[in-house]
């Protein structure tokens, strides 16, 4: 297993999920999302 911290309420995955299914537009407003404090 990989020793890096789980996302603050999954938004790794959200991205992840949202370019999987090609939704570009939604990853971009997921990862601006987590880069907020």
Do not use: F, H, R
């Not at 995955?13 to 971009?28: H, Q, T």
């Amino acid at each position: 297993m990989p020793d890096t911290p789980p996302p603050p309420s999954g938004i790794d995955k959200k991205i992840a999920d949202a370019v999987a299914n090609e939704d570009y537009e939604l990853a971009a407003k997921l990862k601006k999302v987590k880069t907020q404090p």
